[in-house]
Nanobody, 126 residues
Framework: QVQLVESGGGLVQSGGSLRLSCTAS????????IGWFRQAPGKGREGVAA???????HYKDSVKGRFIISRDNAKNTVDLEMHSLKPEDTAVYYC????????????????????WGQGTPVTVSA
């Protein structure tokens, strides 16, 4: 059983930056894919970014050029750097992981991930 713990959320003004971190209880090398998802009030959970164990990254269109996902296998962490934040980025952000290969088309699909963190809230003020 993999445990994931997110940190780094908070309140930031529009245009600002935040860095979220996800720490896994075991080795990242045992996880085929790790993703960041978010859920805004009254909305469904959506995939934001994902990174595979070979370093391939995927992003939701609306965050491309603003968010960067990266992994540090030595520290068992996956970070999400968020820049040029907008009020519509406000949500609870979740880290998720799965030990199995996920086809490219489904890498931002929450249904493909078995392990989830508790989430960290991000609020972007206008």
């Amino acid at each position: 059983q993999v445990q994931l713990v997110e940190s780094g959320g908070g309140l930031v003004q529009s245009g600002g930056s935040l860095r979220l971190s996800c720490t896994a209880s075991g080795s990242l090398l045992d996880l085929a894919i790790i993703g960041w998802f978010r859920q805004a009030p009254g909305k469904g959970r959506e995939g934001v970014a994902a990174i595979t164990n070979d370093g391939t990254t995927h992003y939701k269109d609306s965050v491309k050029g603003r968010f960067i996902i990266s992994r540090d296998n030595a520290k068992n962490t996956v970070d999400l750097e968020m820049h040029s934040l907008k009020p519509e980025d406000t949500a609870v952000y979740y880290c998720a992981a799965d030990p199995h290969y996920v086809i490219k088309l489904l890498r931002l699909d929450s249904g493909e991930y078995d392990y989830w963190g508790q989430g960290t809230p991000v609020t972007v003020s206008a």
